[in-house]
């Protein structure tokens, strides 16, 4: 590998983060690396020395079960195009067009030659995947699957596994592609009708998931193998302990993570279950109100998908987003220095000539570490550590945001507190780091009830502007945010209704829409945040009487909400969407039936997802409008 290009993962933090990870986990550098990478390039990147390929540094945080979230990674133009053949090819085998794999396939041959050989894993997965789904489509199941599918699969295991694919054992740890060769391997083996061996391989690798699950990403994987094991033990009339405890497994990861992935096919099986249970004479109170509540929850989520013409996955072979920043180099150094007014002579001058400057941001060439980090200084982007863990500059804290990340998204306010205590205590000092610091502490002790809206906005709106000109919205038009500063831009949005600042915070909202759809590959990777400004600009147009307006904004983020599996703001949103249709209905267009369904999603998926305040909002406003209905 050319180490000019390897610079997209690149120095200091992502190294130290493994290595912290490694030892904490008690794994050697060589059970880490193996089928990844030499023993001393692993040694070399763990000490800051180098950098990797993202697809390189991606299967060892995954081997390690590291939460991606809040990796920051800045990519070279050729990584860049590495990245976008690898999402061209895997979108490529969803869509089923045989001349749109053939294309995608053709490229990603051509572009990653020479590159890392989990390059050659993924194609020789995603072949797999191909072969698989055409038999499924030809009505053959496995059985249409041959002996050269099973062979790409055992050549792609090999890549980085010693042991047999075959073998009973599950590896201690995986990457998402080694778990995708094993659960494919599997799904085949048990269509060709080795139903005992795939069932045996299920319920380790469900085991293995189960207990060391973070992440949408792997929770997906464990609960598609979970439906698996359901299902077999249904087909053979065991309704067995077993079946109660994985069915609660699946659905609580789901809740707990906001997953929609397999949630309808999970209560359609519950529903069966109970059926029979009620046949067995079993018809008491609890079962009636469990089925009640299942046949809501699955009713409303098949309407959901017929409505926005969204296949729901019933297989999830490689989850390509697992949440992570991704940047292109010279996009962000171009793009800021312009809304900053500094010309390439002004962001240059005491670091490098401007032709160096020209040239990093035409692609042409990727600048040393030090020069890199100085100009994304200059450009006010945390360069110190460019793999940033959760923004607090330290590598130790990076679980610790993480749950502190998934409480406040459950609004688990009061348990978040202690967390956010021991952050604000440990964390680093610099102004990356207070930036991230005033976002969460605001954001947390309104939630508490220990800050009013105005003090919150104020604090925000200093946090934006630690990086962000303050400039007027139209002048920011080609500014590359972070996630950071997108994330601060939908906090402050939330609250600009109470302190009279509409306008404003549809203006910042818009700008940052603008920037999203600019940037498809931002969005790809941003889409929780993308799918936040949305509902954020929905709201707010509807509360400026913008009726159709909003509710083709909320129409686009509940779209995106069923098409990545992700609950969080779906049920405000529909609910947000029936609000804005009673509206409507006062200017005299009746909309009843369809009123009445997005309302009735909204509360079904807040049983199973939301807190007890907001379910007693919803089943109030359910109560007064539809319940007689």
């Not at 920043?325 to 500094?342: C, D, F, K, N, P």
């Not at 009673?582 to 009123?595: M, P």
Request: positive net charge; contains cysteine; glycine residues 6%.
């Amino acid at each position: 590998m050319n180490a000019k290009e390897d610079m997209g993962t690149v120095y200091n933090q992502i190294g130290k983060v493994i290595c912290l990870e490694r030892i904490k986990a008690g794994v050697s550098v060589d059970q880490l690396c193996q089928g990844i990478c030499s023993r001393s390039y692993l040694a070399r990147i763990e000490s800051g020395e180098r950098g990797c390929e993202k697809i390189m540094s991606e299967a060892l945080l995954q081997r390690l079960d590291v939460p991606q979230e809040r990796f920051l990674y800045f990519l070279n133009n050729r990584e860049y195009e590495r990245l976008c053949a690898r999402e061209k090819l895997y979108e490529a085998v969803d869509s089923g067009l045989e001349e749109e794999y053939r294309i995608a396939r053709e490229e990603y041959i051509r572009i990653t030659q020479g590159q890392s050989r989990l390059h050659e894993q993924f194609l020789l997965l995603s072949e797999c995947v191909w072969e698989w789904e055409r038999s499924r489509n030809a009505g053959k199941e496995g059985s249409g699957v041959g002996q050269q599918t099973l062979d790409k699969l055992r050549r792609a295991w090999n890549i980085t596994q010693s042991s047999e694919l075959s073998e009973r054992p599950v590896p201690e740890r995986m990457s998402y592609m080694e778990l995708s060769v094993k659960s494919l391997y599997l799904r085949i083996q048990e269509e060709l009708g080795k139903t005992d061996e795939a069932m045996e391989g299920y319920r380790k690798l469900f085991e293995r998931l189960r207990r060391k699950t973070t992440g949408l990403g792997r929770v997906s994987f464990c609960v598609q193998i979970g439906y698996r094991i359901l299902l077999l033990l249904e087909k053979s009339d065991n309704c067995s302990v077993e079946s109660a405890e994985v069915y609660k497994a699946c659905t609580d990861m789901l809740r707990q993570t906001g997953g929609l992935f397999l949630l309808a096919d999970l209560m359609e099986y519950r529903l069966r279950q109970l059926k029979k249970a009620r046949d067995e004479g079993m018809d008491h109170d609890g079962v009636k109100q469990e089925t009640k509540r299942a046949e809501g929850l699955c009713a409303s989520l098949r309407w959901l998908y017929e409505e926005y013409s969204v296949k729901p996955a019933d297989w999830i072979w490689y989850p390509t987003d697992d949440v992570e920043e991704t940047y292109v180099l010279s996009q962000m150094i171009r793009g800021r220095r312009q809304a900053m007014g500094m010309t390439q002579e002004m962001l240059g001058d005491g670091i490098c000539d401007p032709v160096t400057v020209s040239r990093i941001e035409s692609g042409l060439v990727v600048p040393k570490q030090g020069v890199m980090t100085k100009l994304l200084e200059k450009l006010n982007i945390p360069g110190g550590s460019i793999v940033l863990s959760a923004q607090t500059g330290k590598t130790e804290l990076h679980r610790l945001t993480e749950e502190f990340n998934l409480l406040t998204k459950m609004g688990k306010i009061q348990e978040a507190l202690p967390l956010m205590e021991q952050i604000l205590k440990n964390a680093g000092r610099n102004r990356y780091v207070d930036q991230y610091l005033t976002v969460i502490e605001a954001q947390t002790l309104y939630g508490a009830g220990k800050l009013d809206a105005p003090s919150v906005q104020e604090r925000l709106w200093k946090a934006l502007f630690m990086t962000v000109p303050d400039k007027k919205p139209e002048d920011l038009n080609t500014w590359i945010f972070t996630r950071t500063e997108t994330s601060i831009i939908n906090c402050i949005s939330q609250s600009c209704e109470k302190v009279g600042q509409r306008d404003k915070g549809i203006s910042w909202l818009k700008l940052l829409l603008q920037y999203y759809d600019k940037i498809p590959s931002v969005r790809r990777k941003g889409m929780e945040n993308y799918e936040m400004a949305l509902r954020n600009l929905g709201n707010l147009l509807g509360n400026n009487k913008e009726y159709e307006e909003a509710i083709r904004t909320e129409d686009i983020a509940i779209r995106i909400g069923l098409q990545t599996g992700r609950v969080n703001r779906i049920i405000l949103t529909a609910y947000d969407r029936t609000w804005n249709m009673e509206q409507l209905k006062k200017q005299g267009k009746n909309n009843k039936k369809l009123r009445r369904s997005y309302m009735k999603a909204a509360l079904e998926l807040a049983y199973m997802y939301s807190t007890a305040n907001r379910i007693c909002f919803l089943e109030k406003h359910w109560k007064k409008y539809y319940e007689k209905d």
